[in-house]
Every structure is written in structure tokens, then in C-alpha cells.
């Protein structure tokens, strides 16, 4: 049996996001979150075939535009990554209403501004259109916070690290040059992925964070590397490490979330104020500080993340069982 998906490809600031516009599994219209369980179960070889190699790569995002369920959104977005079928991405968000808009395939209530629901809620979003472009959009994460400060952990082959945990949608270790970490000028991309695995590792020893009103979100499985701008429009650089072996090659938007929010915490970045972030290959993300905000006993905030993305072609990919790697592989 051969499948044929239809694919918009785009990048966002550098980061690839592959839209699947036709040939995704038909799932019952629930809510996205329970539709999520069930291509889960059921038809997780597509996001494997997607992302993984040979059709894909180690740092592959995707998506799959639903219909909404729920009558305050206009769609619904599946996200698909190497790394699994992810609640939400904030790179990939601003990937899939660039394409989504540009191509035609959805039409928003109301020009420019879009609700989407995700297996993490409704997520608001907003753009600037011309000439049938998307110039920029911007989107609403959900309430980010400090939730734990100064945390000290031995790192094999980098000794004592002082470093923040702090949540922008997935708790990240947040760390900034000190005795043991020179910063990011001192380090290659294999540096990066060695560094934050052993990181990862030794954290999980010592610090177990769970969200205060979602017990199911818990853990640090994310690194953010932060250091001093290289560009002279920005406020701070990083590396934003997730999976087993990605580096986000945008800002992150889910990681800009959580810089934002580790710098309000420790008093460092006020309410109102815009963030720029750079990324290792020099794009540029603007968050914001929109409000401030109570996330169980933890002052934190509500962020919003501006970026861009652009369509990069249209891809017909075939997934056929006679091909042995059909499902993709992964080199670990």
C-alpha cells in the first residue's frame, strides 16, 4: 500500500515546519487533546515517516490542521516533531498560520487575529498580512513562571552549574555563563547536545518540577543556553536544546517564554517590557511581557512571542510498505 501526503514546507527564523495540508488519518471531531491520544495510539507511523529520516531529519516540526471543536477557535493543530506529538510549539504555531493563511487553507473569523485549539488549550494569534503575505505574527502562550531558582547540579565534564527552572509551556533549565560555562562562543552544536544531555541527566537526580495546576506536566526536559547578544537589536542569545539531539535553530518560542519569565522572576525584566531574542543563526524573536499573573503560588507572566516564517516550497511525500524504512529511522 502506498500513502501520499500533501505538504507545505516553511521554515520559521531558520527552524523547519512541514504543514501536512491533505493524506492525514481522519480522527473523530473531539476535543484536540483526546483526538491527540488517539493518532498517539493509533497512527503514530505518519509523524515518524514525516519526521524521521530519510523523509525528514533530527530537527523536523510538524503539523496537521483539524477542524475545531470548540466553538471559540477557528481550527485545531496537531503538532508532530521528532520528538514526539508535542501540546504545543511555538515556532511550529507561527509556521502554520503563515502557510495556512498564505495557501489558502483556512479563512479566520476575523482578518489577521486566529484562536487556535492545541492539546495545551487555545492559543490566540495574531498577524500582519500584505499583498497575500504574512509578514509576522504573533502568538499568546499561556502563563509562564520562575519555579525554582538557583539550583545547583554536578555536571559530568563541566562540574558545578548553577542554573534556573523555569516554565514557558515546558519547564527548561535556564543557564547563563558562570565558572563552569564559559558561554555559547565557547561551544560547537555537538557541544551543545553533549552538554544538555548530561545536563538533562543530572537534573532529573535533583530537581523534579510539576506544574501546580496540571500534575501531568512535569520534569525538565528542555535546555536553554542564554548568553550576551551578538546582534546589536537584541537582548540576549541562545541555544534552546530539546529532544535527544535538536537545537532550535529560532529562538524558541516556547524557550523565549521561559527566559522572559526567569528574567521577571528574579526581578530582572518588568512588566510591559519586550524581549529580543536571538538564536544561534542570528534570527530574532520579540516577546513581551503582557501582564502579569498568578500560576498557583507563583508570580509569573503572561508572555507573547512575534516572529516570521516562510513558505518554502510544496511537497508530495510517498510512504510505501514496500519501502523497508517506510516509518523512518532515527540514529541515536
Known amino acids: 500500500m502506498r500513502n501520499s501526503f500533501y505538504c507545505i514546507d516553511a521554515h520559521t527564523c531558520g527552524n523547519p515546519v512541514r504543514l501536512v495540508a491533505s ?26 515517516a514525516l519526521m524521521f529520516e530519510p523523509r525528514g531529519h533530527d530537527i523536523m516540526s510538524g503539523a496537521i490542521i483539524y477542524p475545531a471543536f470548540r466553538d471559540d477557535c477557528d481550527f485545531a493543530v496537531l503538532f508532530i516533531e521528532v520528538s514526539g ?29 486566529v484562536a487556535i485549539e492545541t492539546p495545551a488549550g487555545r492559543v490566540d494569534v495574531t498577524y ?38 523555569s ?33 538533562r541527566s543530572a537534573l532529573g537526580k ?26 546589536d537589536h537584541s537582548d540576549g542569545r541562545c541555544a534552546v536544546f530539546y529532544g535527544e539531539k535538536a537545537i532550535d535553530r529560532s529562538p524558541g518560542g516556547t524557550g523565549t517564554s521561559a527566559r522572559m519569565a526567569q528574567l521577571y522572576g528574579k526581578g530582572r525584566l518588568a512588566a510591559g517590557a519586550a524581549y529580543r531574542h536571538e538564536s544561534l543563526i542570528g534570527t530574532i524573536f520579540e516577546g513581551r511581557v503582557e501582564a502579569e ?31 523497508l524504512l517506510a516509518h523512518g529511522f532515527q540514529l541515536v
Open 206 to 231: 535533583v530537581c523534579d518540577p510539576v506544574h501546580p495546576d496540571n500534575p501531568g506536566i512535569r520534569g525538565v526536559h528542555h535546555a536553554i543556553w542564554c548568553d550576551h547578544p551578538v546582534n
Open 23 to 48: 493524506g492525514a488519518p481522519l480522527l473523530p471531531h473531539l476535543l484536540i487533546e483526546e483526538r491527540r491520544e488517539i493518532f498517539v495510539r493509533d497512527h503514530d507511523w505518519v509523524r515518524r
Open 128 to 165: 500582519q498580512e500584505c499583498n497575500g503575505y504574512v509578514d509576522s505574527v504573533r502568538l499568546h502562550n499561556v502563563p509562564s513562571y520562575l519555579h525554582e531558582a538557583d539550583v545547583v547540579v554536578d555536571v559530568p565534564g563541566m562540574g558545578s552549574l548553577k542554573v534556573d527552572i
Open 85 to 113: 506529538c508535542l501540546p504545543m510549539c511555538g515556532a511550529g504555531m507561527i509556521g502554520v498560520v503563515t502557510s495556512a493563511v498564505e495557501e489558502g487553507l483556512i479563512t479566520p473569523r476575523v482578518p489577521g487575529r
Open 293 to 323: 499573573v498568578d500560576v498557583g503560588p507563583f508570580r509569573g507572566i503572561l508572555p507573547s512571542i512575534g516572529g516570521w516564517a516562510r513558505v518554502t516550497g510544496h511537497n508530495t511525500i510517498l510512504v510505501d510498505d514496500r519501502d
Open 167 to 199: 516554565f514557558g509551556r515546558n519547564f527548561y533549565a535556564v543557564i547563563e555563563p558562570q565558572q563552569g560555562w564559559a558561554g555559547l562562543d565557547q561551544m560547537n552544536a555537538s557541544d551543545i547536545v553533549t552538554c544538555s544531555r548530561a545536563l
